[in-house]
């Protein structure tokens, strides 16, 4: 062979060489991205699953559910002035104090009306009609 074949040759070599090494990345490249995919629709996959026992389990349900047992509430105490004082806590959107009770039934807020009523709150948080939140901030339990 010639001098200027040779060297044709071997620049022709080394243009083959770069584009095999070109080629092994980007076949790397669609190899890693092959891998992601895979993952990806793998996970996409198991969702789908997910989903569908999730309906299966539903639509075995039985249209009614049984009703939970809630315990019984406990007797209020005799006398007018408890169902007065539960009646304010019905309309109640936040714990009451004594005095707030009293001034709501409509009793003169003076010392001997307000320890009344705290004495009757005190009863109903004994008994778990109503509860105590902070000392002396009444109201009913939350269910």
Do not use: W
Not at 33 to 55: N, V, Y
Not at 61 to 86: F, H, K, N, R, S
């Amino acid at each position: 062979m010639s001098g200027e074949q040779q060297q044709t040759l071997g620049a022709l070599l080394v243009r083959l060489e770069v584009r095999e090494r070109q080629i092994a990345m980007e076949a790397e490249a669609a190899h890693e991205r092959i891998t992601q995919l895979t993952a990806l629709l793998d996970g996409l996959a198991q969702a789908a699953e997910h989903i569908t026992i999730t309906r299966k389990t539903l639509l075995e349900l039985p249209d009614e559910l049984p009703l939970v047992p809630t315990e019984p509430t406990p007797p209020l105490p005799d006398g007018p002035a408890y169902q007065q004082i539960m009646a304010v806590f019905a309309d109640a959107d936040a714990p009451l104090r004594a005095r707030n009770v009293c001034e709501a039934m409509d009793l003169d807020p003076i010392p001997n009306n307000i320890n009344n009523v705290r004495i009757k709150l005190k009863r109903l948080t004994g008994r778990g009609i109503l509860t105590e939140s902070q000392p002396g901030l009444f109201t009913r339990p939350r269910p």
